[in-house]
């Protein structure tokens, strides 16, 4: 097995960097927040976060390819590093702390590309978690101060906390009933959105989350931590990883009944 301590030791230098970028335009008065084609907002930090992850990667990994929301792919080769800037850039333009910079790499294999390191910075939360295939997944401040993560031992849907995003997004794909009746099945159901419920499930917090719609660099930080923490992340046609374009994460113990109201 690949040891993959210098990438994760790299990805966590990358983090310190965004985070002093993102928290010293967080809250700004003078922010400027442009509309993009598909009518999400991307702001000037989102950008400013992304150029500076692109070119410490250029100079420390200039064999790797680059995956970023704001300015696309660039490079080709087995190893991609995958980034979110801003995950939650709604929140962070009104001032809502729950967002983070999201730094995945992954890898080709024989199953295709997989996530192998993931790195998901939350600083105005003051929250950091992250994982490497084969080497356990962590929060805390940082790799030497840090406590283990695992997920629940929930067995039972009655029994489970459901998180998720919004309700429009699985209106808007017509399957907004599968959905509402997974959430009666559920003990207790949460709204938090963007990174933290995958996170809350890597922690054992939260038993279950899924999310109809998403892009590589929302998915693939998070799959790689879940995995770690010993649960399951895959779409919701029961695909392993984070490549199906919708997502679904658990402890592994609900995932089939989870996928059994939520699958296409």
């Known amino acids: 097995m690949a040891d993959y301590h210098d990438d994760l030791r790299f990805a966590h230098v990358l983090a310190d960097a965004a985070d002093a970028t993102t928290m010293e335009r967080f809250k700004a008065l003078d922010l400027k927040v442009e509309t993009k084609p598909d009518m999400t907002p ?3 930090a989102d950008k400013a976060t992304e150029e500076l992850i692109r070119t410490s990667l250029q100079r420390a990994r200039p064999r790797d390819a680059v995956l970023g929301e704001e300015f696309g792919s660039e490079g080709s080769g087995p190893r991609r590093w995958v980034v979110d800037p801003i995950d939650g850039t709604k929140n962070y333009v009104r001032g809502v702390p729950v967002w983070a910079t999201l730094i995945a790499l992954m890898e080709r294999g024989e199953g295709g590309d997989r996530p192998v390191v993931g790195v998901v910075s939350a600083p105005a939360l003051g929250r950091r978690w992250w994982a490497a295939e084969g080497l356990g997944a962590y929060t805390g401040r940082s790799l030497s101060s840090a406590s283990r993560l695992a997920v629940s031992r929930v067995s039972d849907l009655s029994d489970a906390s459901f998180a998720y995003s919004s ?17 009666r099945a559920c003990w207790r159901t949460r709204g938090y959105g963007d990174f933290w419920p995958y996170m809350m499930v890597a922690e054992g917090s939260v038993d279950i989350c899924a999310e109809p719609e998403l892009s590589l660099w929302d998915m693939a930080a998070n799959a790689v931590i ?7 992340f895959t779409g919701l046609d029961g695909v392993p990883g984070p490549n199906s374009g919708d997502a679904a994460a658990s402890n592994g113990l609900l995932h089939g009944a989870m996928l059994d109201y939520l699958r296409p």
């Open 226 to 232: 879940v995995q770690e923490a010993g649960g399951r």
């Open 42 to 44: 991307v702001s000037e």
């Open 167 to 183: 309700l429009s997004g699985w209106e808007e794909r017509g399957r907004l009933h599968g959905f509402l009746e997974l959430t």
